[in-house]
């Protein structure tokens, strides 16, 4: 499930609060929505189901927070969760809610009083996948099953309407963000106006644990201001360094978070966005078997190619062969520095017979 809401009460609200300087508000924001979720399903009877239906039912056995001192798991009907039926057992609501709703920004004023300034719509649960049945190597996407796909997901959401708004924002991040790098997210503006604007931006990031979603530390970069021309178009960069994120914790330990609040001083016309930086990670691992066939009995030499992709210095490891009959620990007593590769060639005893599939990791 991509963009899972993970701390939900059971309502489809994900509510993010700004101060009037531009930056979030984190005693506040406590609702978070996960880049993906991971559950499990099985077939069961149920008759407490209208009609006694069986059905698919879903089963979180991620682990979660409490939501009002109750993990809550399951099982959940399928089809109970698509037609929006959550009176029917069990933790329907909260299911719910972690594949459906909106993500609404509001400012805080000094008295407490607070105005809205934007709603995504439709963020939440905007893709959900499986392995396909017809081919292995390839995946499904059944968000249809779960969902009401009348309204599509919008990651950019569409900004309150109101009349002095005369700037276009569009937040563009690159497809190749790596862990170790410095990221860089582009804020494109584009100003449909006859006059000059003025935008001040702002970005804070926020490093969270992946484990539990607690807040481990926040760091607000000053404000860029960018003039921008009748009728023009401008990118402005909102960097990054990679030690103001490194530093915490490797990269399945943490996750970083940004925060952008851009402001048109002539107009007061607002827009924000926040989201988690998602890492593409290349493979460790890369195998060689030159053997279509393998007869059980029959050495075979794999070949097992480790690459550090990190920016960083790794030191000694395992390498763990399961499959074929197979479960076989190797220890790496190494150390690799960025960017650098070795070989272990690895013969191979196989002692099942059938169709197997060989996992090295």
């Given at each position: 499930i991509y963009n899972?809401?993970?701390?939900?009460?059971?309502?489809?609200?994900?509510?993010?609060?700004?101060?009037?300087?531009?930056?979030?508000?984190?005693?506040l924001n406590s609702d978070f929505i996960c880049a993906s979720h991971v559950w499990n399903e099985c077939?069961?009877?149920?008759?407490?189901?209208?009609?006694?239906?069986?059905?698919?039912?879903?089963?979180?056995?991620?682990?979660?927070?409490?939501?009002?001192?109750?993990?809550?798991?399951?099982?959940?009907?399928?089809?109970?969760?698509?037609?929006?039926?959550?009176?029917?057992?069990?933790?329907?609501?909260?299911?719910?809610?972690?594949?459906?709703g909106n993500k609404a920004h509001w400012i805080v004023y000094p008295d407490g009083n607070m105005e809205l300034l934007d709603v995504q719509e439709n963020i939440v649960g905007s893709k959900i996948i499986t392995r396909s049945l017809t081919n292995e190597f390839a995946i499904e996407d059944i968000t249809?099953?779960?969902?009401?796909?009348?309204?599509?997901?919008?990651?950019?959401?569409?900004?309150?309407?109101?009349?002095?708004?005369?700037?276009?924002?569009?937040?563009?991040?690159s497809d190749d963000m790596k862990f170790g790098d410095n990221l860089t997210l582009q804020l494109h503006a584009t100003n449909k106006s006859n006059e000059t604007r003025t935008i001040a931006t702002a970005l804070s990031l926020c490093i969270v644990?992946?484990?539990?979603?607690?807040?481990?530390?926040?760091?607000?970069?000053?404000?860029?201001?960018?003039?921008?021309?009748?009728?023009?178009?401008?990118?402005?960069?909102?960097?990054?360094?990679?030690?103001q994120y490194m530093t915490y914790g490797k990269s399945e330990n943490i996750i970083l978070k940004y925060y952008i609040h851009s402001r048109v001083k002539e107009t007061s016309q607002i827009f924000t966005r926040d989201d988690s930086v998602v890492f593409n990670k290349d493979d460790l691992v890369k195998l060689v078997l030159n053997e279509d066939v393998i007869e059980t009995g029959k050495p075979v030499l794999l070949e097992i190619q480790i690459t550090n992709t990190l920016q960083r210095r790794i030191n000694n490891g395992r390498i763990h062969i399961d499959g074929l009959g197979i479960n076989q620990v190797i220890p790496?007593?190494?150390?690799?520095?960025?960017?650098?590769?070795?070989?272990?060639?690895?013969?191979?005893?196989?002692?099942?017979?059938?169709?197997?599939?060989?996992?090295?990791?």
């Open positions: 899972a809401a993970c701390q939900t009460d059971g309502t489809k609200n994900n509510d993010i609060h700004w101060d009037i300087k531009q930056r979030p508000l984190k005693q077939w069961m009877r149920r008759y407490d189901l209208s009609n006694g239906e069986h059905d698919w039912q879903i089963i979180d056995s991620t682990p979660v927070l409490m939501c009002d001192g109750i993990r809550r798991t399951g099982p959940c009907s399928v089809s109970s969760l698509k037609n929006s039926e959550l009176s029917f057992r069990w933790d329907s609501p909260f299911v719910h809610s972690t594949i459906n249809k099953n779960y969902k009401n796909l009348m309204k599509s997901s919008d990651r950019n959401g569409s900004l309150v309407k109101r009349p002095n708004n005369d700037v276009d924002f569009e937040l563009k991040l644990s992946s484990g539990n979603q607690k807040l481990i530390s926040c760091y607000d970069q000053p404000i860029q201001l960018s003039n921008l021309g009748a009728g023009k178009n401008e990118n402005i960069p909102l960097k990054v360094r990679s030690e790496v007593n190494r150390a690799f520095t960025p960017k650098e590769s070795a070989t272990f060639n690895v013969k191979l005893n196989p002692t099942r017979v059938g169709v197997s599939r060989l996992y090295v990791t």
